[in-house]
T-cell receptor, first 114, second 116 residues
Framework: EAEVAQSPRYKITEKSQAVAFWCDPI?????LYWYRQILGQGPELLVQ????????DSQLPKDRFSAERLKGVDSTLKIQPAELGDSAMYLC????????????FGPGTRLTVT | AQTVTQSQPEMSVQEAETVTLSCTYD???????LFWYKQPPSRQMILVIR??????QNATENRFSVNFQKAAKSFSLKISDSQLGDAAMYFC?????????????FGQGTILTVHP
């Protein structure tokens, strides 16, 4: 069964360093999402892509976060510089299309900023 | 803005028994979808069940069913014949319909423990 792949699974970084996460969605899924999930809370959407275009990045802290999906397939989320408050699980999800279509989640990247 | 509230941080159930997880939401939209997602420890989140707001009939998926009360804006999940594998964090989620760009809004989650 096709799955959403994410790497790395765990990342420890020091404050002010740069960090990047990678996501490979299920083949054929046009819509890709990046979520941040603080321990014990529900995920919050950071950015949504439709193919290679950003359709919602209203909750993305653009002074330090960036996301791209250059060829409309895999995607990278970057944080520079990392802050202590960025410690969280970063989840990637994909779906056939936006809206009510089922979102398939990856295993996530657990980020710890020291 | 839409909000989703899960008032039960933790629930527990005996194996083979039935448990109900609660969820309320707030929206001014008439076209929307509601979901329950399951997040097992150290594993990815998966969709358990989905309900379209325009459907009066409650959704069911094997041992999982919902009680959708549209007027009360309530959407509870019933798990029958609970199994050890049902232990997980459960999230209620909402998305506006009629658009490809709606944002999935999650509740705070309910940790379900299943006792053998």
């Amino acid at each position: 069964e096709a799955e959403v792949a994410q790497s790395p699974r765990y990342k420890i970084t020091e404050k002010s360093q740069a960090v990047a996460f990678w996501c490979d969605p299920i083949s054929g899924h046009a819509t890709l999402y990046w979520y941040r999930q603080i321990l014990g809370q529900g995920p919050e959407l950071l950015v949504q892509f439709q193919d290679e275009s950003v359709v919602d990045d209203s909750q993305l802290p653009k002074d330090r976060f960036s996301a791209e999906r250059l060829k409309g397939v895999d995607s990278t989320l970057k944080i520079q510089p990392a802050e202590l408050g960025d410690s969280a699980m970063y989840l990637c999800a994909s779906s056939l299309a936006g809206g009510f279509y089922e979102q398939y989640f990856g295993p996530g990247t657990r980020l710890t900023v020291t | 803005a839409q909000t989703v509230t899960q008032s039960q941080p933790e629930m527990s159930v005996q194996e083979a028994e039935t448990v109900t997880l609660s969820c309320t939401y707030d929206t001014s939209e008439s076209d929307y979808y509601l979901f329950w997602y399951k997040q097992p420890p150290s594993r990815q989140m998966i969709l358990v069940i989905r309900q379209e707001a325009y459907k009066q009939q409650n959704a069911t998926e094997n041992r999982f069913s919902v009680n959708f009360q549209k007027a009360a804006k309530s959407f509870s999940l019933k798990i029958s014949d609970s199994q050890l594998g049902d232990a997980a964090m459960y999230f209620c989620a909402y998305i506006r319909g009629g658009t490809s760009y709606g944002k999935l809004t999650f509740g705070q989650g309910t940790i379900l423990t299943v006792h053998p």
